[in-house]
């Protein structure tokens, strides 16, 4: 089956770094679309940032200038460079995949990482 593993998260101060990865395996083809989404406490989900296998990388305006999506196809890994990091920033992140099975594509949830910035 489809697994995401997620690591990379932690407690960091304001203006600092951190990089999240996230790991799919179990897909028989490359996922096409992965990215990642955050949910802070009382808040909905939402899109973090994301990035087709060809390359293309979308953000939220919150993160542009300051997040960076990457990934290996090879080891079918999504990368999320965080800088700047500010105390919003803080939430539980989620790596998101569409990946493939035998019966066809679908969305698939890492067990989320947890983001914690002081101030």
């Known amino acids: 089956q489809v697994q995401l593993v997620e690591s990379g998260g932690g407690l960091v101060q304001a203006g600092g770094s951190l990089r999240l990865s996230c790991a799919v395996s179990?897909?028989?083809?490359?996922?096409?679309?992965m990215g990642w989404y955050r949910q802070a406490p009382g808040k909905q989900r939402e899109m973090v940032a994301g990035i087709t296998n060809g390359g293309h990388a979308n953000y939220a305006d919150s993160v542009k200038g300051r997040f960076t999506i990457s990934r290996d196809n090879a080891k079918n890994t999504v990368f999320l460079q965080m800088n700047s990091l500010l105390p919003e920033d803080t939430a539980v992140y989620y790596c998101?995949?569409?990946?493939?099975?035998?019966?066809?594509?679908?969305?698939?949830w890492g067990q989320g990482t947890q983001v914690t910035v002081s101030s």
């Open positions: 179990g897909s028989i083809f490359s996922p096409t679309a």
């Open positions: 998101h995949a569409v990946a493939y099975t035998y019966v066809g594509g679908d969305d698939y």
